[in-house]
């Protein structure tokens, strides 16, 4: 093995330093890293607690509005039986029958109905 001289000496003692610092800067943001990783898995936690909790409460909040929506509007239409017999609505709208105006006025009560 032959021996390092001059510049070619000073030329690896440059190079060996500069990695020593580009090392102690990568350990650096490593550990940097960590604790930012550390860090942010604890807001992951805190915000998972809070997705939890408001998921109960649109949970709960939705079956108030579905028992809300039944007091008011009742509960619905039925469905049509899977057989084809509907009861009801046959989907066919019907004509509107002409009344006659005589159908509008009050029949006059016959004598012996009347009581003073």
Sequence with gaps: MRK???KELYCR???ARNLRKALDASLQ???????RIIELEGIVAKQQ???EAQAKQIEA???????LTRMVFGKGKKKD?????????????????KRPNASYSRSVPKSEDITS
């Design 4 to 6: 390092l001289e001059g």
């Design 13 to 15: 003692l440059q190079e």
């Design 29 to 35: 943001r490593e550990a940097n890293l960590k604790l």
């Design 49 to 51: 607690l809070v997705i």
């Design 61 to 67: 909040l939705t079956l108030r509005v579905e028992e």
């Design 81 to 97: 039986p899977p057989d084809g017999d509907s009861i009801g609505h046959s989907g066919e709208t019907k004509e509107k029958v």
